[in-house]
T-cell receptor, first 119, second 116 residues
């Protein structure tokens, strides 16, 4: 079974500064997807960024980028130029790329990091 | 609507009562997932549907939990004889197909269930 670990329950960053959220995972699979989701108090999970394991290039979406280290099974999220609206709970998630008959495409989530942005 | 819709947004029930939570996925989405999110934790998988077929229910914590999607669109998660440990946010997600290599899951706002 896959596991996802987020070792930072809380992080804070000054507005306009850069912050990095850590995530490690454990899997025996070679092909999979990794995601970062943002969950504000409204509770809706919002996809921030995703990475396909077979791609060596780190994914980037505007101010959000990842540092994907496949051998180390590490997948950190960097938020540049932090904004007040970035404050939320951030979840790292894993999903297998190989779907056998009858099995699901469920996400396995970490326990989350609460990000506070200080004005 | 354009997104995944869940109702009710909040549900309070007394221990022992039965509850039903509804999920309206994005129109045309084949795959539907239910997750349970305890306070301060990440969501945990409960069950998965591909159209009307429940292909995986390995995450359902007990036989008090039951989910259905009879016509392949709206889904209902039912919890019988609720207990305090059932208190959580229940999230529903849908994705376009069950075959694509990289179909993102779109989440609803969840139902916060409180058992007194």
């Amino acid at each position: 079974a896959q596991t996802v670990t987020q070792s930072q329950p809380e992080m804070s960053v000054q507005e306009a500064e850069t912050v990095t959220l850590s995530c490690t995972y454990d899997t025996s699979e070679s092909d999979y997807y990794l995601f970062w989701y943002k969950q504000p108090p409204s509770r809706q999970m919002i996809l921030v960024i995703r990475q396909e394991a077979y791609k060596q290039q780190n994914a980037t979406e505007n101010r959000f980028s990842v540092n994907f280290q496949k051998a180390a099974k590490s997948f950190s999220l960097k938020i540049s130029d932090s904004q007040l609206g970035d404050a939320a709970m951030y979840f790292c998630a894993y999903r297998s790329a190989w779907i056998s008959s009858g099995s699901a495409r469920q996400l396995t989530f970490g326990s989350g990091t609460q990000l506070t942005v200080l004005p | 609507g354009a997104g995944v819709s869940q109702s009710p947004r909040y549900k309070v029930a007394k221990r022992g009562q039965d509850v039903a939570l509804r999920c309206d996925p994005i129109s045309g989405h084949v795959s539907l997932f239910w997750y349970q999110q305890a306070l301060g934790q990440g969501p945990e998988f409960l069950t998965y549907f591909q159209n009307e077929a429940q292909l995986d229910k390995s995450g359902l914590p007990s036989d008090r939990f039951f989910a259905e999607r009879p016509e392949g669109s709206v889904s209902t998660l039912k919890i019988q004889r609720t207990q305090q440990e059932d208190s959580a946010v229940y999230l529903c997600a849908s994705s376009l197909t069950g075959q694509g290599r990289n179909q993102p899951q779109h989440f609803g706002d969840g139902t916060r269930l409180s058992i007194l």
